[in-house]
């Protein structure tokens, strides 16, 4: 008998994650998420942002519908009209489920179809400081 030839552990917790990491790594908010974003309040906030420069193009331009940052206003305009955020808008025309209406589809209550909510791409402002 000789000597095995593997080097090294057994050891695989390094690779138990990666399915995750996958994953997870481009999660966006969910539809709901961004339903609550879409309230006057929160979109003022969030449109309105701070300059933060941790976060790609400081922060200034954002996309409330996608909920993604963009480096500059060029971008923002050319991603308004991509498939991606078309898609978007589309999703987001549907209003998001509560709970009372899962109540009603199990036979809690009459069930009411859910509402269409109308969606427009989001007003850019051209302000070049």
Known sequence: MGKSKQVGSHR????????????????????????????????????KQDVDYDVTGSAQNYCLHCARYFVDLKTMKEHFKTKVHKKRLKKLREEPYTQAEAERAAGMGSYIPHKTIEVHTQQVEENMD
């Open 12 to 47: 695989s917790s390094k690779k138990k994650h990666i399915a995750k990491t996958w994953k997870t790594k481009r999660r966006t908010k969910d539809l709901d998420q961004i339903h609550a974003d879409m309230t006057p309040g929160n979109a003022a906030k969030l449109l």
